[in-house]
């Protein structure tokens, strides 16, 4: 059985609503998306349904919601003062010790949402009561992702959010080497944020203990879906306390994840931020155009448009990494601040890369899909598909990389001749309008008029233009690298296979009370937080800020 929470009149700070316009002409390729209506994706079937109320959520700050004052103000340090829709939905729920569905767009806040809570039911060293606490040093919250882009992300976020706190982040993932990643565990962690391939190779290197995690939060879990990693984050599960607080977030519901949810929660609170009226799986601030381009003519269509006025940090997505590369390289030399990000690169340069996108010495990076999901950079104005994406989802994912966090953007596609049919699929999906793509090139007049791209540019940034320091002036790190396997092993690539690496009898996770009592015997079982009610042991041990005990934590039926 789950809530449903619903934000129907939660309109997001700075939000740009989409603006009515005439019905595109057979010369636009606008897509007017107020006019999509596409049902959502959400296998899962709400007990209760909230409608909302007329509370203007923009108004209300963190502290208002019971925030720290430490983290209020971290936050607040970094301009950050209005919860978005997703985080005044979570927050209370979640600060209340209940498990958490969160269903909301890409782009929506969602990772202040789980880690404002996570962060206030940790002990950092020399806060009070870490002197007492058997979990001192050890991992008090994990957080699983699908990608190392993302980790990193996220990892980042939180500890701006406890910078005026003690507690320790350790981000862990593949394609770099174990020994740092080993040395800060050592050290001790309160919070561990991790690919799944890691996790478990870290775990069974005896390296990581997760049985003093009493949070835990699946993040992206239809991305991790895709990517077959469900079988691993069970795995994991399995070592984690059974009375623990689990809190998944997903922009889609399907069966397998629904599945996951009801077998690892206890009673979740469903929550769904959206914007009113709107049932498309898009955002409705990202302006989508499409246009039918020749292959050989794109790189002079996507010259014009990183001209356009107001046109910030941008995107452009490939399908394959030889496309990436040279892209990139045309690109860079026509006079634009570029980097390419892809899986024929090191981890050292890949950071790199995101690096000097996010501290503004390029403004274009070509990307392909495995970092759809793990770059977030909230003013990014434009994201071009220069390859037609293979579906829908790949597409909601890759224009979500625009009108973030309350931005608007612009999202261009680019449709090939053979790819007419596929996007034909995508549009339909996604109830989008337009099916037939209008035929564009870098001299169409419709070009200039719907991005606002001024009269007389060409195919070259003028030298007067190009103040960037570019690539180059980023620093590459030498992250000791393990490899090139760039998805933590997705669909099985990670060494020695999903089945292949040599298990220990049993899971190794702790019957102890609220990190305290007894340890667990070696080679003890511990069942899944889908357990029975009588298998829940009440936690000792009251909880720092927000939550006490959790002894009234409702048993499974």
Not at 59 to 68: C, H, L, M, Q, R
Not at 304 to 314: D, E, K, P, V, W
Not at 367 to 394: F, L
Request: aromatic share 4%; with cysteine; net charge negative.
């Amino acid at each position: 059985m789950t809530d449903d929470i619903t934000a129907q009149d939660a309109s997001e700070p700075g939000a740009q609503p989409t603006t009515d316009a005439a019905p595109a002409q057979p010369s636009s390729g606008v897509i007017e998306t107020a006019q999509a209506h596409a049902p959502v994706l959400d296998e899962a079937t709400p007990d209760i349904t909230d409608e909302g109320d007329e509370t203007d959520l923009s108004a209300k700050t963190f502290a208002d919601f019971g925030v720290e004052p430490e983290i209020s103000q971290a936050l607040a340090d970094k301009g950050i003062i209005h919860p978005f829709p997703i985080q005044a939905l979570t927050l209370p729920v979640a600060l209340d010790g209940r498990d958490v569905i969160g269903q909301a767009k890409t782009g929506t806040g969602k990772t202040l949402g789980f880690g404002i809570p996570l962060l206030m039911d940790t002990l950092g060293p020399g806060e009070e009561g870490w002197d007492e606490d058997p979990a001192s040093g050890s991992p008090q919250a994990l957080v699983v992702l699908p990608t190392r882009e993302l980790a990193k992300q996220v990892a980042t976020e939180l500890a701006q959010a406890a910078a005026k706190r003690t507690v320790r982040i350790v981000q862990v993932y593949g394609g770099r080497a174990y020994e740092p990643q080993i040395e800060a565990l050592e050290k001790g962690a309160e919070v561990v944020v991790g690919t799944p391939g890691r996790l478990i190779d870290l775990m069974e290197r005896g390296v990581l203990s997760l049985e003093h995690v009493t949070t835990v939060v699946l993040d992206e879990a239809d991305e991790m879906l895709d990517l077959g990693f469900l079988p691993d984050v069970e795995k994991i599960l399995a070592r984690t306390r059974p009375d623990r607080q689990t809190m998944l977030f997903s922009a889609t519901m399907p069966g397998a994840v629904v599945a996951l949810a009801r077998r690892y929660m206890s009673k979740p609170t469903h929550i769904r931020a959206q914007d009113p009226g709107d049932e498309s799986m898009t955002v409705t601030s990202v302006k989508q155009v499409v246009y039918r381009t020749h292959a050989l003519n794109k790189v002079e269509v996507v010259s014009r448009i990183l001209q356009a006025r107001g046109r910030g940090r941008t995107i452009i997505f490939t399908r394959t990494k030889r496309t990436a590369a040279r892209v990139a390289e045309d690109l860079g030399s026509r006079g634009f601040a570029t980097a390419a990000l892809h899986g024929d690169l090191g981890q050292g340069a890949r950071e790199q890369a995101l690096r000097a996108f996010r501290h503004g010495k390029v403004d274009v990076l070509v990307a392909t899909d495995v970092a759809a999901r793990g770059i977030d950079v909230d003013d990014v104005t434009h994201v071009i598909n220069y390859q037609c994406p293979e579906d829908e989802k790949i597409y909601v994912h890759r224009i979500g990389r625009t009108g973030r966090a309350g931005h608007s953007g612009t999202a261009v596609t680019f449709v090939d001749w053979d790819d007419v049919p596929r996007w034909r699929l995508i549009a339909k999906a996604l109830g989008l309008p337009v099916e037939e793509p209008v035929e564009t090139y870098h001299t169409s007049d419709h070009l200039f008029s719907d991005l606002d791209i001024p009269e007389g540019v060409s195919g070259t940034l003028p030298k007067n233009q190009r103040t960037l320091a570019g690539l180059a002036a980023e620093e590459i790190e030498d992250l000791g690298e393990t490899g090139k396997r760039h998805r933590e092993g997705g669909r099985g690539s990670r060494s020695g296979g999903r089945g292949g690496r040599g298990s220990r009898s049993g899971s190794h996770g702790s019957s102890r009370g609220r990190r305290g009592g007894e340890p667990a015997r070696e080679g003890n079982e511990t069942t899944s937080g889908g357990s029975s009610g009588s298998q829940r042991k009440p936690r000792t041990r009251t909880r720092k800020r927000t939550r006490g005990g959790r002894s009234d934590r409702p048993s499974e039926d």
